[in-house]
């Protein structure tokens, strides 16, 4: 079983304001995934990233690959209502994905 | 919409009943998953199909038998459930090569399930 950390647990924001998110490990993984998840649905792939320090951006999400592959964030600018959700981080040990407990984004009007 | 759909969405019952979870993937993916998720915990991976065999099992109880009859379609069987058995029950689908990592999954909208 992996060590797999996701911070915050919880984070509750208004809309218009930045924010980051954390997902940490001791472990190296090949690759990472994030997803979200909205109230009553199933997570829904947001990004795959694989190499060290590695940026992806999608629209106003940046995700970012730690340079030792160890760790990941996802920052968020001008967050919007829709946001709102439950975003898992996934990571790859070769084997199979891993899913953190997750960080809870409530974005407020 | 990710092509893979659960049903039902929701299920009540009792610790004697017996019921049956349906997912059908329309990806054409040859693997297909089960999870479990519980409430400030992370998604359990209970059951990993690969071109209908079972590759996984996850020290799951034996009151959670699942069903593969084929690539397209995943049953989990539920009888004699206790109440912290309730959980959001997730499928998910992925195309594996067999050759590297594990590829993306596609989940459906999962089934809440309620252990009374």
């Known amino acids: 079983t992996q060590l797999l950390e996701q911070s915050p647990q919880f984070l509750s924001i208004q809309e218009g304001e930045n924010l980051t998110v954390y997902c940490n490990s001791s472990?190296?993984?090949?690759?990472l995934q994030w997803y979200r998840q909205e109230p009553g649905e199933g997570p829904v792939l947001l990004v795959t990233v694989v190499t060290g320090g590695e940026v992806k951006k999608l629209k106003r999400l940046t995700f970012q690959f730690g340079d030792a592959r160890k760790d990941s964030s996802l920052h968020i600018t001008a967050a919007q209502t829709g946001d709102t959700g439950l975003y898992l981080c996934?990571?790859?040990?070769?084997?199979?994905?891993?899913f953190g407990t997750g960080t809870s984004l409530t974005v407020i009007p | 919409e990710t092509g893979v759909t659960q049903t039902p969405r929701h299920l009540v019952m009792g610790m004697t009943n017996k019921k049956s979870l349906k997912c059908e993937q329309h990806?054409?993916?040859?693997?297909m998953y089960w999870y479990k998720q519980s409430a400030k915990k992370p998604l359990e991976l209970m059951f990993v199909y690969n071109f209908k065999e079972q590759t996984e099992n996850n020290s799951v109880p034996s009151r959670f038998s699942p069903e593969c009859p084929n690539s397209s379609h995943l049953f989990l069987h539920l009888h004699t459930l206790q109440p912290e058995d309730s959980a959001l029950y997730l499928c998910?689908?992925?195309?594996?090569?067999?050759?590297?990592?594990?590829?993306?999954?596609?989940f459906g909208p999962g089934t809440r399930l309620t252990v009374l």
């Open positions: 990806l054409g993916h040859n693997a």
């Open positions: 472990s190296v993984f090949s690759s």
């Open positions: 998910a689908s992925s195309q594996e090569s067999g050759a590297g990592p594990t590829d993306t999954q596609y």
């Open positions: 996934a990571p790859n040990t070769g084997n199979q994905f891993y």
